[in-house]
Structures are given as C-alpha cells and as structure tokens.
C-alpha cells in the first residue's frame, strides 16, 4: 500500500527549515526518500532500518518511528538547490520487500 | 562510471500497439527495478530482477512485463497499450543480493512513452 506523504508541496525562502511526513497503514521495515529535480532521475537521499539503522548524505536528517509507522525528513537553512519533488518508499518486510513510494511532496526555495 | 541507460528517451505509439523498453544497469548492479511515473501518482513499483529471475511484482495488469538477461540488461514489455499507459517508466539498479529493503537505487533518466 502506497504511503502517504504530507504536505504535498510547500514554498520556501533560502534559509528557511521544513519537514516532510511519510505515514503507513502497514509496519514498516524501511524507509526510503529520494529527491528527484525537474527532468531529472530521482536520487537518492537516505535509508532508514527498523532497528535504528541509517544510511545516507550526511547533510540530510531525518527520523522513523517505528510504533507510529512514520518517518520526517527534515530541510534545515533550506539553499536554492533543495527544490524538486521528495519522494519517500517504504518496505514492509516479510517475504516481499517491494519498494513502495509515495506520490511525493514538491518543495520549491525561492531567493 | 557510466549510470543506469534507458534507451529510448521519448517515444510515440498509438492506441493497441506494444512498446519495448531497455535498461543497462551500472556495472556491477545485478538487481533492476522498473516503475512506473505519472502525474499525481508519484512512482508505482512495476517488478524487480535479480540474476535473470523476477524476485517482486507490483500491481500491473498481465500487459506489463519483463525480463533480464544475464549481463544483467533488462526490457520491459507493454503490450495492448492502451491511453493511460502514457507515462515515464523509470528503471533502477542496485548492488548486492539484498532485497529492495536496503541498498541505494541509482535510477535512469527514464523513458517517456506517449500513447495516441
């Protein structure tokens, strides 16, 4: 089942913070999020584990919640660079560990 | 170190016909992945393969279908193609013969298909 993303897009000013929520029905075994620009591949960001586990740039942070099925990805002193269309995926174990994704949030830094 | 190829960038087909796609992995990569992109719908998982053998599958119809060969180049297949399958279909690749729950996706630029 497909996770849902919040909020679907969101405006910003160069230094200016934000979050991004992934939430799931399901429990999770891991979360994924990835940046894609305009006309661009989608590339990749970070991974989250259940367990505690993470993998990913070192600028990004983000967080998982594993009880609440819920992952944040959190934009600090957001640059001109940040803007495209984040994407979480999420895994839920199991015999099937097929890569879901959301339909995406749309960050746009403005100067 | 060349990145995942998706050969043809854009293509135009009509209603009813079949369309092929190609995927060159990075070298190395064993695992591909394809999906499927359109407006409001984000990326929706079509399969995966790893070693020439389709390890998962997302919800498509029977119309949609794969496969990789052994230098681990893989082609999708729609056929019967219909409006709705107008969209960019993306494939990725990874390292390792752990499951799509760990590891890094490198994606390809994509191939746009416009159905008529």
């Known amino acids: 089942q497909q996770p849902v993303q919040s909020p679907q897009a969101v405006i910003l000013r160069e230094g200016e913070d934000a979050v991004i929520n992934c939430s799931s029905s399901k429990a999770l075994y891991s979360v994924h999020w990835y940046r894609q620009k305009h006309g661009e591949a989608p590339v990749f960001l970070m991974i989250?584990?259940?367990?505690?586990e993470q993998k990913g740039h070192e600028k990004i942070s983000a967080s998982f919640n594993e009880k609440k099925q819920q992952s944040s990805l959190y934009l600090t002193a957001s640059q001109l660079s940040y803007s495209g269309t984040y994407f979480c995926?999420?895994?839920?174990?199991?015999?099937?560990?097929?890569?879901?994704f959301g339909k995406g949030t749309l960050l746009t830094v403005n100067p | 170190k060349a990145g995942v190829t998706q050969t043809p960038r854009y293509l135009i087909k009509t209603r009813g016909q079949q369309v092929t796609l190609s995927c060159s992995p990075i070298s190395g990569h064993r695992s591909v992945s394809w999906y499927q992109q359109t407006p409001g719908q984000g990326l929706q998982f079509l399969f995966e393969y790893f070693s020439e053998t389709q390890r998962n599958k997302g919800n498509f119809p029977g119309r949609f279908s794969g496969r990789q060969f052994s230098n681990s180049r893989s082609e999708m297949n729609v056929s019967t193609l219909e409006l709705g399958d107008s969209a960019l279909y993306l494939c990725?690749?990874?390292?390792?013969?752990?499951?799509?729950?760990?590891?890094?996706?490198?994606f390809g630029e994509g191939s746009r298909l416009t159905v008529l």
């Open positions: 995926g999420t895994t839920t174990g199991g015999s099937n560990y097929k890569l879901t």
């Open positions: 989250l584990l259940k367990g505690g």
């Open positions: 990725a690749s990874k390292t390792g013969d752990r499951q799509m729950a760990t590891g890094e996706l490198f």
